[in-house]
C-alpha cells in the first residue's frame, strides 16, 4: 500500500532560522511526488512537482529536493508570512489519484 | 495560470435540503477532476475521481448516492450533497489536472454547514 509520513507534525522556527521538512513514502513506482502549502480555510497551493531521485527545485526560499525514500522542503531564512501547513503527496504509476501526508504545520515567529 | 474556482465558498442549509458545489478550472482544460473533503487539522481525504463525460470513480466508504458528481464539460463539475445532514458538514476542495500532465491544482474550497 502507498504511504506517506511528514515530519515533524509541527515547527516552530525563529524568523529567519533555517530548516527543512520531511517527507518518506513508500510507492510502487513513483510517478511525482508533489509539494503544496495550505493556508487555514483555504485550499491547497501548489509549490513542486518532482519526478526522479537527484532531482531539486526552487522557489525564493524553499528548496525540494528527491530521493529514492524521501523527500526535503528546505527553507532558507523563513519569514512570518511562510508560516502555513506544507502537504506533501505522491502519485504512484498507473493511478490518478494523490496519497498525501498529514501535513506539517510550520509556525514562523518574527 | 492554472486557476480553479469553486463556488460558492460557504454555505448553510438546514438538514435534509441538497446543496450544490461548482469546480471550474478557469484557464485550462481538465480531463479529470477531483473532489476531497477536509476535517479541521486533518489531511486532505479523497471522495472521488471524476473524468469528463464519464461516471465519477467513488473511494471506499464514500456514497456515490449521497455526493452525486458530474463532470459535464472539461472545465465544470459539480458534487451535490443530496439529503445533507449535520455529519455532513465539512470542508470540500476539488481539483484540476491539466490535460496531458500530472499536477492537481486545487480550489479554494467551500465550507458546509449543515444545521
Known amino acids: 500500500e502507498d504511504q506517506v509520513t511528514q515530519s515533524p507534525e509541527a515547527l516552530r522556527l525563529q524568523e529567519g532560522e533555517s530548516s527543512s521538512l520531511n517527507c518518506s513514502y513508500t510507492v510502487s513506482g513513483l510517478r511525482g511526488l508533489f509539494w503544496y502549502r495550505q493556508d487555514p480555510g483555504k485550499g491547497p497551493e501548489f509549490l513542486f512537482t518532482l519526478y526522479s531521485a537527484g532531482e531539486e527545485k526552487e522557489k525564493e526560499r524553499l528548496k525540494a529536493t528527491l530521493t529514492k525514500k524521501e523527500s526535503f522542503l528546505h527553507i532558507t531564512a523563513p519569514k512570518p508570512e511562510d508560516s502555513a501547513t506544507y502537504l506533501c503527496a505522491v502519485q504512484a504509476g498507473g493511478a490518478q489519484k494523490l496519497v498525501f501526508g498529514q501535513g506539517t504545520r510550520l509556525t514562523i515567529n518574527p | 495560470g492554472a486557476v480553479v474556482s469553486q463556488h460558492p465558498s460557504r454555505v448553510i442549509c438546514k438538514s435534509g435540503t441538497s446543496v450544490k458545489i461548482e469546480c471550474r478550472s478557469l484557464?485550462?482544460?481538465?480531463?479529470?477532476m477531483f473532489w476531497y473533503r477536509q476535517f479541521p487539522k486533518k489531511s486532505l481525504m479523497l471522495m472521488a475521481t471524476?473524468?469528463?463525460?464519464?461516471?465519477?470513480?467513488?473511494e471506499q466508504g464514500v456514497e456515490k448516492d449521497k455526493f452525486l458528481i458530474n463532470h459535464a464539460s472539461l472545465t465544470l463539475s459539480t458534487l451535490t450533497v443530496t439529503s445533507a445532514h449535520p455529519e455532513d458538514s465539512s470542508f470540500y476542495i476539488c481539483?484540476?489536472?491539466?490535460?496531458?500532465?500530472?499536477?492537481?491544482?486545487f480550489g479554494p474550497g467551500t465550507r458546509l454547514l449543515v444545521l
Open positions: 484557464d485550462f482544460q481538465a480531463t479529470t
Open positions: 471524476s473524468n469528463e463525460g464519464s461516471k465519477a470513480t467513488y
Open positions: 481539483s484540476a489536472r491539466i490535460q496531458g500532465g500530472e499536477t492537481q491544482y
